[in-house]
């Protein structure tokens, strides 16, 4: 039985995309079959994210419109056999899908893999409609900041208002050495705040952007991030997996550093 | 109920999560952050009437939720005067 996923934030920039490719390529190393659609018509990053941008000759407004078969501009990652693309059109606005047209497109690719996960665009208007409106269950991504945090209370309210029952939380972008200093929220101010379950928190780390920069995951590699990222899907799959200890990845000299700071 | 804390006193993490608590729960019920504290507060002084409780300790929040039907119109059907 397949599960069609909505990665989404209300906000911009705090790691919707990043979050899609590192979950997707998590899932595609636990042997999932794994199709992540890129729904930000107009936008298109998650292709350059994955480092799958030469490798486009259809996009999903091509699938829709019927220039072409879905197998057809499906895209297959370099690193994991069952993980591949569904890039989104460069060339075109939001309103050249429509979301029964979304719905339609999502029936097909459920019938080919056991994960279809659609990276949702910022904002909520009808790009939100069309992603959110093919999906089963929700992530929604958020950073430890006032504004990220006030569009996510806003996306769950819409997304419970439509009908999604199974939304889950991700905290991105925590810095440890801050929380401790008391100079950004924690993962449990977030949950304080914004009543949902936690998939996972990741860690602000340096290796996210350099693997980006490489148009690589995180997924697979010795980090806390690359970590974190495997959690999530893990528990997505369904798996009970331990809370990550974000502090074991401060380094001793950010350790000796919030010691002095301390006082 | 919220400013019990010296400003100072406070680290930029509070300070966030106060103001995260305070700007999500007006958008919430759809009316400005000034008619939220105030009604906070009488909300607390109208259970203070009743209950033997320590205003400092406690905090309101007020959450509406509608008995309606689930759908996109219904999310705010109850209007702030």
């Known amino acids: 039985m397949s599960e069609v996923i909505v990665v989404t934030s209300g906000k911009g920039g705090v790691g919707k995309t990043t979050s899609t490719a590192n979950i997707g390529a998590g899932l595609a190393r636990m042997n999932k079959k794994v199709v992540l659609v890129d729904t930000d018509i107009g936008l298109r990053n998650l292709d350059v994210v994955m480092g799958l941008e030469n490798r486009i000759i259809y996009n999903l407004v091509d699938v829709v419109e019927g220039n072409c078969r879905v197998k057809q501009a499906l895209i297959k990652d370099k690193h994991y056999p069952g993980l591949y693309l569904l890039p989104s059109a460069q060339t075109r606005d939001k309103s050249a899908v429509s979301p029964e047209q979304m719905i339609k497109l999502v029936e097909g690719l ?5 994960y279809v996960i659609l990276d949702c665009p910022a904002g909520i208007e009808q790009g939100f409609r069309n992603a959110t409106a093919a999906a089963q269950r929700a992530i929604v991504v958020t950073t430890p900041e006032v504004s990220a945090i006030r569009d996510a209370d806003r996306i769950i309210g819409l997304l419970e208002a439509g009908g999604l029952k199974k939304i889950d939380l991700v905290v991105n972008r925590i810095r440890v050495d801050m929380v401790k200093r ?4 924690s993962v449990e101010d977030v949950l304080d705040i914004l009543a949902v379950n936690l998939l996972g928190a990741v860690p602000d780390e340096e290796s996210v952007v350099v693997a980006a920069n490489h148009g690589e ?12 990222y495997l959690n999530i899907a893990r ?4 798996e009970t997996v331990p809370l990550l200890d974000l502090e074991a990845g401060a380094s001793l000299l950010h350790r000796v550093a919030a010691l002095f700071r301390r006082k | ?15 966030a999560k106060a103001r995260t608590k305070l700007t999500v729960a007006s958008d919430r019920l759809d009316c400005s952050q000034e008619e939220l504290s105030r009604m906070q507060e009488e909300v607390m002084d109208l259970l203070a009437k009743y209950m033997n409780l320590e205003k400092e300790m406690y905090e309101i929040r007020i959450q509406i939720i509608t008995r309606a039907k689930r ?3 219904n999310v705010k059907t109850i209007q702030i005067k």
Do not use: N, P, Y
């Open chain 1, 235 to 238: 528990r997505i799959a369904g």
């Open chain 2, 1 to 15: 109920m919220r400013g019990c804390q010296d400003r100072s006193q406070r680290t930029s993490g509070k300070i």
């Open chain 1, 217 to 228: 995951s995180v997924v697979g590699s010795d980090t806390l991030s690359g970590q974190a």
């Open chain 1, 182 to 185: 008391g100079e950004m929220m």
């Open chain 1, 110 to 114: 459920t019938e080919l893999f056991d």
């Open chain 2, 71 to 73: 759908g996109v119109r």
